[in-house]
């Protein structure tokens, strides 16, 4: 059972022709924290993702994108290339670039999920930034403090209660 709640956690839905991805329900927007979409749906009764694509339904139409979702939904949603050739929409693993299921990203994500991650990482900037940790690494400060430093934000230090968590 937990391995198949893993799976609906690392899949993500790759756009063709957007006529299988439902906009308000499936993980279609590639990103690292949630990949559906966090605009509210409210009066809108567009049902799938085809029908945010212009008439040629080889690019998004920006005007419609604008009227419905928040700009960061917009930004995100813009950036999905629509393939050139028309295709089906297709279901992929986003741990892993190539879109294939490995072992490898699946314990990855449930350690990450462990450790009250998720798929982001805990030390980022909103813009992907990650300032803190440059400005404790660039510090004129012992490099075992910042170790340790660095091992406390990631709860690794070597306790006896980490060692049961």
């Not at 022709?17 to 009066?43: A, F, H, K, N, Y």
């Not at 994108?65 to 928040?70: E, S």
């Not at 892993?96 to 990855?108: D, H, P, Q």
Request: with cysteine; glycine share 6%.
């Amino acid at each position: 059972m937990y391995g198949l709640e893993l799976l609906k956690q690392g899949i993500i839905w790759r756009v063709g022709d957007g006529s299988q991805i439902r906009i308000w329900r499936d993980p279609w927007i590639p990103r690292e924290l949630s990949m559906r979409v966090s605009t509210r749906q409210g009066r809108c009764r567009m049902r799938w993702v085809s029908e945010l694509l212009d008439t040629d339904g080889r690019d998004w139409d920006f005007d419609r994108l604008i009227q419905i979702f928040n700009p960061a939904d917009v930004e995100e949603i813009v950036k999905i290339k629509i393939p050139a050739r028309r295709m089906e929409d297709f279901i992929a693993w986003h741990m892993e670039k190539t879109g294939l299921f490995s072992v490898r990203s699946a314990y990855n994500l449930a350690f990450r999920i462990k450790l009250g991650q998720g798929t982001a990482s805990s030390s980022s900037a909103p813009d992907g930034a990650r300032k803190v940790w440059s400005r404790v690494w660039s510090g004129k400060i012992p490099p075992k403090v910042n170790v340790f430093t660095w091992k406390l934000a990631r709860n690794r230090l070597p306790t006896r209660r980490a060692k049961y968590i």
